[in-house]
């Protein structure tokens, strides 16, 4: 059975860091592309960043909003992906999804959300001024 669960959100000030992890169960996180995803209510899931499968060399791309501040990677031990964020923003504010994608999809460049499959439950990041 397919399961993504995140955990590391929280509350921090502008200009902090937070590191989240999305432990992954029934399947090799590096057989797929994987992506980070955020929502604020009222809006669409804004995709963050995203990794490619293993066979494709694992490359990253990242929204433009995040790039140079966010990091997306993997403990393959672990089975688990991350996205360290640093230099924090209160526009970062956001509930966190991360995402599988299925079916033989790639991630050559960010993909949108009806790309993927399959989503965890989310963590709320909450970056105040």
């Known amino acids: 059975q397919v399961q993504l669960v995140e955990s590391g959100g929280g509350s921090v000030q502008a200009g902090g860091s937070l590191r989240l992890s999305c432990a992954a169960s029934g399947f090799s996180y590096t057989d797929r592309c994987m992506g980070w995803f955020r929502q604020v209510p009222g809006k669409e899931r804004e995709g963050v960043a995203v990794?490619?499968?293993?066979?494709?060399?694992?490359?990253?791309n990242y929204a433009d909003s995040v790039k140079g501040r966010f990091t997306i990677s993997g403990d393959n031990a672990k089975n688990t992906l991350y996205l360290e964020m640093n230099s924090l923003k209160p526009e970062d504010t956001a509930m966190y999804y991360c995402?599988?994608?299925?079916?033989?999809?790639?991630?050559?460049?960010?993909?949108?959300?009806?790309?993927?499959?399959?989503w965890g439950q989310g963590t709320q990041v909450t970056v105040s001024a």
């Open positions: 990794i490619d499968r293993g066979d494709r060399g694992g490359s990253t």
């Open positions: 995402a599988a994608r299925w079916s033989g999809g790639y991630c050559d460049r960010m993909r949108p959300a009806a790309a993927f499959d399959y």
